[in-house]
């Protein structure tokens, strides 16, 4: 591609940085990518699946980047082909898998919590969900649980005791949200993509949770990429026509 500067790839997040929190990509923005792509090497990584990265960035987003990576990049894509897949269970085995499920439950069954639902693990492809309390309780329910957890602590003393048993697995503990805490393989956040960027010597990651304990701390404090936080789509934009496309004082 004529003009396209060499060796350097611009990567973005989705939510909240391509596209509005939960939202579709806008036209405008959409044309904006794709004139950043005469400019240079362009890639997406989300930690959401492909089917809800197209909802936001489109059916054809394969091939409107030239990277796609899924799932942190557990299913990563390079000019519109698949060139890796990864699953906690091809990873672990189900050896290892089964024997962290059934600690889990019986952990969860003997534990003295005021009330108890249903789904107290849900598995996705590349991390396990656990909850306490269990995932289908109610709106009300889980603001209870919150409550009861932030004084007695069920989640973190239940992640130091995991944590321990299965230091051999070397997993990630990670507490977020009101109910669950997600469990996945080291080195499965965000920057699991970089492994397929090692021909860019210079990787601008451009992401809106980019503090500590946010889904793109890990890849924008890493030391292979320029990180570049933003607080909304428009933001950018900006930032990229100021870093890839302005011209200089001078310039032809
Ligand atoms: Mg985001």
Redesign the pocket.
Known sequence: MVGRKPGIIALF?????LTY?RKAITPKMLEFMQDLRKVVTIGVV??SDLIKISEQLGNSVISDYDYVFAENGLVAYKNGELIGKQSLKSFLGEEKLKELINFTLHYIADLDIPIKRGTFIEFRSGMLNVSPIGRNCSQEEREDFEKFDEVHKIRSKMVSILREKFKHLNLTFSIGGQISFDVFPQGWDKTYCLQYLEDFPEIHFF???TYKG???FEIYDSAVTVGHTVISPTDTAEKCKSLFIATKPGDA
């Open positions: 997040d989705v939510d909240g940085t929190p989300g930690g992401g809106d949770k946010g889904n793109d």
